[in-house]
């Protein structure tokens, strides 16, 4: 069985603060795991994902992700959020041991202010 | 154009009517997937299917249909619809090679039911 769990309703942080976004997973196997991005009437947008390799994933508008095993954890980040980066964030997990669908998290609203 | 169409954008009904969304795609992805997203609950899957003979339920598959006409096309029907599938509605693709189930989203259907 898969699961991914994203432990914040919200996060808030200033413009030009480090920003993080957690997520946690569980899977038999070994992870599949993906970060995607909700702007405001639109719908979800691919971020970046990771299979195997380096822990530090970087993906498309500066953000990264963190793979840690030890803590099956693979959280969100960014050096200098912007205002522009408040959207809603999913995490999503796929077990490699299965050809099934992935386990999406129920979101994260992140606000950045100005 | 759009990786991911659906059909129609918004859409506002009454109680009883049958209601068909529908999706289309140029990725040429195997995988795809119908979602509902209320407010407050992310994500939740309805249906999905890996290949043109494959239909799965999700987790609220209750109420609602679907047809998978060809590998680019996959609708969604509300036989009787009700307020309460007052909601958005995306729609979704995904490839298992290369993308380890990636998942591309269409721009959302928001569907009023009164």
């Known amino acids: 069985a898969q699961s991914v769990a994203q432990p914040e309703d919200q996060v808030n942080v200033a413009e030009g603060n480090p920003l993080t976004v957690k997520c946690t997973y569980s899977?038999?196997?070994?992870?599949?795991l993906f970060w995607y991005v909700q702007y405001p009437n639109r719908g979800l947008q691919f971020l970046l994902k990771y299979i195997t390799g380096d822990n530090l994933v970087k993906g498309s508008y500066g953000f990264e992700a963190e793979f840690n095993k030890s803590q099956t954890s693979f959280h969100l980040k960014k050096p200098s959020a912007l205002v522009s980066d408040s959207a809603l964030y999913f995490c999503a997990v796929r077990d490699d041991t299965n050809a099934g669908k992935s386990t999406f998290g129920d979101g994260t609203t992140l606000t950045v202010k100005p | 154009d759009a990786d991911v169409t659906q059909t129609p954008r918004n859409r506002i009904t009454k109680t009883g009517k049958r209601i068909m969304l529908e999706c289309s795609q140029t990725k040429g992805h195997d995988r795809m997937y119908w979602y509902r997203q209320d407010p407050g609950l992310g994500l939740r899957l309805i249906y999905y299917?890996?290949?043109?003979?494959?239909?799965n339920k999700g987790e609220i598959s209750d109420g609602y249909s679907v047809s998978r006409q060809a590998q680019a096309k996959f609708s969604l029907s509300l036989e009787s619809a009700i307020p309460n599938q007052t909601a958005l509605y995306f729609c979704a693709t995904s490839d298992l090679g290369t993308g380890a189930d990636t998942q591309y989203f269409g721009p959302g259907t928001r569907l009023t039911v009164l």
């Open positions: 299917s890996f290949d043109v003979k494959d239909i």
């Open positions: 899977v038999s196997g070994n992870p599949y």
